[in-house]
């Protein structure tokens, strides 16, 4: 017996019979989600990949189940981009500064602890400023 061949593209009768979506609902998706871009021939047949289905599957369960608008469905999948990106990245940060700029994973540590120290000075100083001019208002016109 021969092994069955996996189907790597599909179209978009296949795809809209077996989510049970219309047809056209997918090409609406497609324009307001530029994450769904599937495949298309010469004559502009559309070809999905299971990528593009797990897509679909989930802007469905936004969109239809959870009754988000395109435009927030659209930030949600953005920012699951976004945090799965990041989480692909799985050098530290100085390292991957490091590799970047040149300069030793060391020397970018100390610069990056100058600079939280300088950044909790300029809080406080911030604070300081925020409270000197709530006890006088006159202060602002003293400064000009």
Known sequence: ???TIEKRYFTITEVSKELD???SM???WEKEFRQLNPRTNSRGKRY???KDIELIVEIHRLVKEQRF???GARKVLDRGAAVQAAAETSAPASQQ???ATGLPAREIDEVAKRLEALKAQLLSLKGASASAVAHNPESLTQAW
């Open 1 to 3: 017996m021969k092994p």
């Open 21 to 23: 979506v219309k047809p």
């Open 26 to 28: 997918l090409r609406y």
């Open 48 to 50: 999905y990949t299971r």
């Open 69 to 71: 608008t395109i435009d």
């Open 97 to 99: 500064a490091s590799a």
